[in-house]
């Protein structure tokens, strides 16, 4: 038999948590900007960053700096094509496979957008302390 794991619906909100000790709590009327939650995932920043930095990188060449294995790269990797922010190309050099990623302009567009969100939140931090 199924154990229900759901709380009763009498069961209290769970309180906001205190900040830890020594950090602080910014009141602002700026709300902080919407973060792209797609790039803000590490491995896939990790992709979007390497390839603005280059003009196409292969499969293996990510892998490697990344330290990832097959399967993590290639689900990433996917999410970001799928919203359009890397390409993929797929071909043989001589009988070996070879896929080969560049990042898109809309991919480029959403990372300086992505980067200047961060920016914006971390000279916020630092106005406040």
């Not at 020594?22 to 491995?43: N, W």
């Not at 689900?75 to 496979?97: D, N, T």
């Not at 959403?110 to 000279?123: F, G």
Request: hydrophobic share 40%; net charge positive; with cysteine.
């Amino acid at each position: 038999m199924a154990k229900n794991n759901a709380a009763p619906s009498d069961a209290p909100a769970p309180r906001p948590r205190k900040p830890a000790q020594g950090m602080q709590v910014i009141a602002s009327d700026k709300p902080f900007p919407d973060l792209d939650r797609l790039i803000h995932e590490r491995i896939r920043l990790a992709i979007v960053s390497a390839l603005a930095a280059n003009e196409s990188l292969s499969f293996n060449d990510l892998k490697k700096l990344l330290q990832t294995t097959d399967g993590n790269l290639s689900v990433h990797a996917r999410k970001l094509e799928e919203a359009g922010y890397i390409a993929c190309s797929k071909f043989f050099e001589g009988r070996m496979p070879k896929t080969e990623y560049h990042l898109t302009e809309p991919g480029r567009q959403a990372l300086h957008k992505y980067l200047d969100h961060m920016e914006a939140i971390i000279q916020a931090m630092r106005a406040s302390g």
